[in-house]
């Protein structure tokens, strides 16, 4: 993203519909860099915003790994590393061995939802333009918050105040970079 | 069980999930200042003051255990497990409710869970990491329980993969980690809440480093649902298999008693049942001590206790089947333990077992009862000790007659194990007073969710 004084232009609404109608019209406008805040998760305004999810690949992918390592670490130290004759059953007693790759193919899908997700959404990042906005603190109470970034190819400051204004929201500001 | 919330109105009209009248403004000042504005109570120091004493007994208990062995404990042979491991189960079983109420309910999209979840899975990993003491102390020489672990090392071997207590550690380890990120994922949101809502500087710093920067972002929230979801559905099967895995410990062998295939079902559904006796006995007096009637309604209570009907119904059928199969099978060995439960020296603990998990809990079909808050919290006490009693039942029982007669003998637990137990319950209550004093209880954003101004309107 290219570096400008001005991150964006942030509306602030005050409930869920509004801020999903606005998200809407935004699409409708044709501005592209746009995201949405809000104080709890919103169905509805995913799509609007339209964002892509690679969350379920990446567990997927985690939990693959962790059943196939968790299967070929016992195979590999039971079979032939150092392989031990307990009551004549086979070096590779797979059905023995199928409660830890459980246990490892949860572990690993989870670790990778989790840790997946925050890389995906750029986090930990303490620091963000957009807490430089003092309203925005509310975003995180009861008040819904719109941005069209600076980035966005259709951007002019005077030409987004006045697009977000014909939004009805609550208040515009706009947010140093 | 199976209403949903959208007829919650018309089935149970005096008992609502959230009382009506609140905002998302009022819903967050709400919880948020329990922890940010609230002075601490004179209760609050007394009862965590009390835990911690009970805390610092048992790292006595533990030090002293460390540096004489485990011979201070009643523990002999034939019985081996003795107190470890009936705490053990009995901890372990108690986490469980965390789980279901946080992973299993929520897929089953019951959203009364909503303002019980995150208390119940911190109860759930302080539940666990209770737990886990006793296996860790129980080896002897605790010191090197790392050797439970697969790692390069110069002895040039590695675990028995083929036991079932090796499992038991994978199984117990991977549960105390998917339980922490469930809990700590969830208490993110709610983290960059207190983050805002602070007025002290410390403390925003605190909660915005562990808030990791979240602010809200719809590209945010919605990969977070995600992951939410899909940390539930994997920690679903995982709870599931956490006390199957503890049962294996026990059926695996082939010790009279133990040496059964209900044992797997049987107890997950005793550890739920344990579990939502210690989500009420936990939720009667937080939600009377922090005013939080109308967020903890009486719903919750009747839903948790119709819970327990139901789970102890199963763990009746599994005492049943033991029984029947004692006689059954014909086998000589397993009718003896029956009857030595019957008529055995324990005799007096098996009857109290069927007393407190059975008859006792039978009066909760009575409505009044469900709804009277000193009942559920009795009739909860009284099925934390059933439970406790069934793992006492199971471990020493079994162990104590099995095939030889020259090997029999009595198990009585020493001070130190008393102290130990009685300890870890300190523990746990020590933890559950810090968490309610500086995190959210309730899960402030999943609560906004509930309130109908929440609902996007079509245009």
């Known amino acids: ?72 670490m016992q195979y590999w130290m039971m079979a032939i590393s150092y392989p031990i004759n307990v009551g004549g059953r086979p070096y590779n007693s797979w059905p023995a061995f199928i409660v830890i790759t459980f246990e490892m193919t949860i572990l690993f899908g989870g670790i990778s939802a989790v840790f997946g997700m925050l890389a995906l959404n750029g986090l930990p990042m303490p620091y963000h333009p957009v807490f430089n906005v003092p309203r925005f603190a509310m975003a995180t109470k009861d008040r819904f918050f719109l941005i069209i970034f600076s980035s966005d190819p259709r951007y002019s400051p005077a030409g987004v105040r006045q697009f977000l204004e014909s939004l009805g929201p609550r208040s515009i500001s706009e947010v140093p970079s | 069980m199976a209403d949903q919330t959208d007829n919650v109105a018309v089935e149970n009209q005096n008992a609502p999930v959230i009382e009506p009248g609140y905002t998302f403004g009022t819903v967050t000042d709400k919880i948020s200042s329990i ?13 965590f003051g009390a835990g911690f004493v009970l805390t610092m007994m048992m790292l006595f208990a533990i030090g002293y255990l460390v540096v004489k062995g485990t011979g201070i404990w009643g523990i002999n042979i034939p019985i081996g497990w003795g107190f470890a491991i009936v705490n053990f189960v009995w901890w372990i079983g108690i986490g469980h409710a965390g789980t279901l109420i946080s992973a299993i309910l ?14 119940a899975e911190a109860m759930t990993l302080f539940a666990v990491a209770a737990a886990g003491i006793f296996p860790l102390i129980h080896t002897g020489r605790p010191w090197l329980a790392y050797w439970l672990f697969p790692y390069p090392n110069t002895m040039n071997y590695w675990p028995q993969f083929r036991s079932p207590l090796l499992w038991d550690v994978f199984a117990v380890s991977t549960y105390f980690t998917i339980s922490l990120l469930f809990w700590f994922i969830g208490l993110v949101p709610d983290l960059a809440t207190l983050r805002d809502r602070s007025q002290n500087r410390t403390a925003q710093i605190i909660y915005g480093m562990l808030a990791l920067g979240w602010r809200g972002s719809a590209r945010h929230w919605h990969r977070y649902e995600s992951a939410y979801l899909l940390l539930a559905g994997l920690a679903t099967p995982l709870v599931l298999s956490v006390h199957t895995v503890v049962s294996f410990d026990f059926a695996i062998s082939i010790v009279p008693g133990w040496h059964t295939t209900i044992f797997p079902p049987y107890f997950v559904a005793g ?17 009377k001590l922090y005013g939080l009637e109308d967020f903890i309604t009486d719903r919750h209570l009747q839903n948790s206790a119709k819970v327990m009907l139901a789970t102890g119904w199963i763990v009746a059928y599994g005492y049943g089947i033991e029984a029947f199969m004692g006689w059954y099978s014909g086998n000589r060995y ?37 709804t009277s808050t000193v009942g559920l919290f009795l ?63 309730i899960s402030i954003f999943e609560m906004r969710t509930l309130l109908p101004e929440a609902e996007v309107k079509a245009e």
């Not at chain 2, 029999?408 to 130190?416: A, D, I």
Request: hydrophobic share 50%.
């Open chain 2, 106 to 119: 929520l897929l089953l999209r019951q959203s009364w869970r909503n303002s019980i979840n995150r208390f």
């Open chain 2, 271 to 287: 550890a739920i049942y344990s579990g939502f006796a210690m989500v009420l006995m936990l939720a009667i007096p937080i939600r």
């Open chain 2, 35 to 47: 922890v940010l504005n609230r002075p601490t109570s004179t209760g609050w120091f007394i009862g």
């Open chain 2, 379 to 441: 009739i909860s006490l009284v099925i934390l000790v059933g439970m406790w009693l069934e793992r006492f039942v199971i471990v020493v029982m079994s162990l104590h007659r099995d095939f030889l007669n020259s090997s029999w003998g009595m198990y009585y637990p020493t001070r130190w194990d008393w102290m130990t137990y009685i300890g870890t319950i300190g523990m746990f209550l020590t933890a559950m007073f810090l968490f309610v004093r500086i995190l959210p209880m």
């Open chain 1, 1 to 72: 993203m290219k570096r400008t004084p001005i991150y964006g232009m942030m509306a602030e609404f005050d409930s869920a519909t509004d801020l999903v109608g606005a998200a809407r019209k935004t699409h409708a406008a044709g501005y592209k860099k746009v995201d949405a805040y809000s104080p709890f998760p919103i169905e509805d305004l995913a799509e609007a915003i339209q964002c892509s999810n690679y969350v379920p690949l990446v567990t997927l992918i985690g939990a693959l790994i962790g059943g196939a390592s968790g299967y070929l």
């Open chain 2, 334 to 370: 397993d009718a003896f333990t029956l009857w030595n439960r019957l008529h055995g020296p324990y005799a007096f603990f098996y009857f109290s077992l069927l007393a407190c998990n059975i008859f006792i809990p039978q009066l909760l079909w009575i409505r009044k009862l469900r």
